[in-house]
């Protein structure tokens, strides 16, 4: 299993960029596909979450409205679509791959593979 994200950059202010993550190894149409950032000296923050196809997707309050996610099933392939970029989206973007498991009477989910990252910074 790998994933591979690209399409990061140095971009201004209320600019946009396409991050992409491709898939390989299994099919992204069985799983639910994350993207997830990590700011300068800061934690992990969820930022979006698609099902197995685009009717079911999540976002973080402080995205909504400003980035999209989407999916190619025969591409393998993941997007995000970041628009109205601020400063405070400056982070490494990781794609992921949701696992979702239950123990006991308990249902949760983790994140059972990762990309490298792409970075995004947002500067003028």
């Known amino acids: 299993v790998q994933l591979v994200e690209s399409g990061g950059g140095l971009v201004q202010p209320g600019g946009s960029l396409t991050l992409s993550c491709a898939a390989s190894?299994?099919?992204?149409?069985?799983?639910?596909m994350s993207w997830v950032r990590q700011a300068p000296g800061k934690g992990l923050e969820w930022v979006s979450t698609?099902?197995?196809?685009?009717?079911?997707?999540y976002y973080a309050d402080s995205v909504k409205g400003r980035f999209s996610i989407s999916r190619d099933n025969a591409k393998n392939t993941v997007y995000l679509r970041v628009n109205s970029l601020k400063s405070e989206d400056t982070a490494l973007y990781y794609c992921a791959r949701r696992y979702d498991y239950c123990l006991g009477s308990g249902c949760s989910d983790t994140y059972d593979y990762w990309g490298q990252g792409t970075q995004v910074t947002v500067s003028s």
């Open positions: 190894g299994f099919r992204i149409n069985t799983n639910y």
């Open positions: 698609t099902g197995s196809d685009d009717t079911n997707t």
